[in-house]
Nanobody
């Protein structure tokens, strides 16, 4: 299995930037599995934000973050990153890292049920 720990959240003004990190550990072969970032705002469902393929060659984003967020991974370090630029108040949420349950899958999978290994999350708050 895989254990994931997120970090890098904080309070930032609208228009600012943050870089989230996700550290993976455990027996799963990290570089065989796609990774994703999700977020959950108070009173709302957890939603897909971005995904990266096992190789890092392909990425996929929800429409509202395209052009502002950038997901990447470093397989040697077992790390996944989410660079968030031009942040908006509506980006405020707890951000979670997760691993695809199956190896070598399409990067376009966005359903929560396709992922596991959820971390504890990191809070991102964007003030207006």
């Amino acid at each position: 299995q895989v254990q994931l720990v997120e970090s890098g959240g904080g309070l930032v003004q609208a228009g600012g930037s943050l870089r989230l990190s996700c550290a993976a550990s455990g027996r799963r072969t990290f570089d065989n599995y796609g990774m994703g970032w999700f977020r959950q705002a108070p009173g709302k469902e957890r939603e897909f934000v971005a995904a990266v393929s096992w190789s890092g060659d392909s990425t996929y984003y929800r429409d509202s973050v395209k052009g502002r967020f950038d997901i990447s991974r470093d397989n040697a370090k077992k790390m996944v990153y989410l660079q968030m630029n031009t942040l908006k108040p509506e980006d405020t949420a707890v951000y979670y890292c997760a691993s695809r349950k199956a190896p070598f899958t399409a990067v376009t999978g966005t359903a929560k049920g396709l992922y596991d290994g959820w971390g504890q999350g990191t809070q991102v708050t964007v003030s207006s």
